[in-house]
């Protein structure tokens, strides 16, 4: 953490020094152009010279901790509007005035940054394993739980006494706690010992309850401890694992990704550093015609927008991108020095979503951004992904399938795609109801996100049935893979009226062998999962293409 610290204030006082640098250069050029202003007939391209310098000017020194000086070119800003307004020549008081603030911006020499920076978010890209501490008396509700988390990838430690997990809390802190109200051979309650350890802790773990009370008051206690989810015994441990699922997803999503279009560089660089110093990931686009390959290669969540640029406005840039479909939904964050309420307004209708003024502070870019991407990011999945399972639906599998053939054939990868269908689902539906059949597609659908690697793309392809999308994975592999998941899946225990039941898969595997129809190659693994299911189920088949007569 401090090491990443100093690296960032390094990086940002670096940009500051080459900051300074180019005002040494670039404002003497803007004492050459204002003494002309006496001397030019024709002075209007002139001030419109020196008023889009000065709208520069304003925006980015706040940035870079230079509050006077931005105070200064803004109100030069404004009178060059003004004169622009008036289509009258400045009269000569005027121009005196004028240079005189000038030469109070010149001689502006408080150079020292202040800003607070965020903390610095720290990224563990290696896949472990989820350790869950389990405080829980009653052998039968542990070892049930023990064994359904564990098929999912879990690591739990059970502990039936609470000074053996306070020793283990001393020892390691574990992903998640989960414990149980009723402790009969305790002193005190699992919340009240709970409530005392989260205080003595370095950190909130989170924490699920499970209990045989199903009233308010308990429901009322757990809250008060910080639990984030309560269970009633008999404990649905598939219902328990989706929350634990969901949260853990919820803390490793992936970070969210910023375009940021500015032709200033260095205020570019500054917002791209202080962003990713927050977590997120930035992608600087210096030149607006590059647009539309900056979206295809970054898929950004957000993308932040200078008003003024020479090539096209911020506006036309943004309504360029609304041509495309596919970037309709992307929130559009206008950036400026522009303060007039009316003239914002104007560059909001036009495409854009937001609009921040310049300067703007760290943690204001930061909170602005981050607000808007997460809520972008949430309407995107409640768009693309299936209610039930939160797997692709089955039009976005599709077209991510699509997308995936397109990109291996140019990497020269080989993509396996599997077709995956629980075996005797209707009979599990008409034996245990529909409610019981909905916990066997959902426990699937975890498993596959619990044990597939994060660029594996699943979807839910019918009611029971599953298309899965395996990057850069030979059909061998691929096998074993899902081999080793339907191993896991059929020694998961299912519960109805207090009997168990267990349930397994058949499935299909083809290769995209640089194959880019991707109804081709759904299709053969379609006829791969036919052979599996005809030759006794709970079974793999990878499709293998017809001989052709001699």
């Given at each position: 953490m401090t090491n990443a610290k100093?690296?960032?204030?390094?990086?940002?006082?670096?940009l500051h020094q080459q900051y300074l640098d180019r005002l040494q250069q670039e404002l003497p050029l803007l004492q050459q152009q204002l003494d002309q202003l006496d001397n030019t007939p024709d002075w209007r391209p002139l001030v419109a010279k020196l008023l889009a310098s000065f709208h520069t000017l304003a925006g980015s020194a706040g940035t870079f901790g230079l509050h006077e000086l931005g105070q200064s070119a803004k109100a030069l800003e404004v009178q060059a509007k003004t004169w622009l307004a008036d289509h009258a020549a400045p009269a000569a008081e005027q121009i005196d005035s004028f240079r005189h603030i000038f030469s109070q911006l010149r001689q502006q020499k408080r150079?020292?940054?202040?800003?607070?920076?965020?903390?610095v978010a720290e990224k563990n890209t290696d896949k472990k394993q989820t350790l869950i501490y389990l405080l829980e008396d009653e052998g039968e509700t542990a070892r049930h739980l023990c064994l359904t988390l564990s098929t999912?990838?879990?690591?739990?430690?059970?502990?039936?006494?609470?000074?053996?997990?306070?020793t283990a809390l001393q020892r390691?802190?574990?992903?998640?706690?989960?414990?149980?109200?009723e402790l009969p051979e305790e002193i005190e309650s699992g919340l009240?010992?709970?409530?005392?350890?989260?205080?003595?802790l370095p950190e909130q773990v989170p924490l699920f309850v499970i209990s045989g009370h199903d009233d308010f008051s308990y429901y009322l206690k757990a809250v008060r401890s910080g639990a984030?989810?309560?269970?009633?015994?008999?404990?649905?441990?598939?219902?328990?694992?989706?929350?634990?699922q969901r949260l853990l997803a919820g803390r490793q999503r992936d970070a969210f990704r910023v375009l940021i279009v500015d032709d200033d560089q260095l205020l570019a660089k500054h917002y791209a550093l202080v962003l990713e110093t927050a977590g997120l990931r930035a992608e600087i686009l210096n030149n607006p015609a590059d647009i539309f390959a900056g979206l295809r290669k970054f898929h950004p969540d957000v993308i932040l927008l200078d008003v003024n640029m020479p090539q096209c406005t911020g506006p036309e840039l943004a309504q360029l991108i609304r041509l495309q479909d596919e970037w309709l939904g992307v929130p559009i964050i206008y950036l400026s020095s522009e303060t007039d309420s009316e003239r914002q307004l104007a560059v909001l209708i036009k495409a854009g979503d937001d609009f921040l003024t310049k300067p703007i502070t760290d943690n204001a870019l930061v909170v602005a951004i981050f607000a808007r991407a997460q809520r972008a990011r949430q309407l995107a999945e409640v768009m693309t992904k299936d209610s039930l399972t939160g797997l692709l639906q089955h039009a976005h599998i599709k077209e991510r399938l699509a997308a995936e053939l397109v990109r291996s054939e140019r990497a020269q990868q080989q993509v396996s795609v599997v077709m995956l269908d629980i075996d005797h689902f209707k009979k599990v539906n008409d034996s245990y109801g529909h409610l019981t059949g909905d916990q066997v597609i959902t426990s699937l659908a975890n498993l596959l996100k619990q044990q597939l690697r994060k660029t594996d793309m699943i979807g839910r392809y019918g009611g029971e049935e599953f298309l899965l999308v395996l990057p850069d994975c030979p059909v061998e592999k691929a096998f074993s893979v899902i081999d080793k998941?339907?191993?896991s899946f059929a020694g998961f225990p299912f519960s109805f009226d207090s009997q168990s039941f267990y349930c397994t898969f058949s499935a299909g595997i083809a290769s995209s062998n640089q194959q880019l129809q991707p109804d081709l190659v759904i299709e053969q693994a379609d006829q791969a999962l036919y052979q599996a299911k005809t030759g006794g189920r709970n079974q793999i088949k990878v499709f293998a293409a017809p001989v052709a007569d001699e």
């Open positions: 100093e690296k960032l204030e390094q990086q940002l006082a670096l150079l020292v940054v202040q800003q607070r920076l965020l903390p999912f990838g879990y690591v739990v430690e059970w502990f039936q006494q609470s000074h053996l997990l306070q390691q802190l574990p992903d998640a706690l989960i414990i149980d109200i009240g010992f709970i409530e005392c350890m989260q205080q003595q984030l989810g309560y269970f009633v015994k008999p404990v649905n441990a598939q219902a328990l694992e989706a929350r634990l998941l339907r191993e």
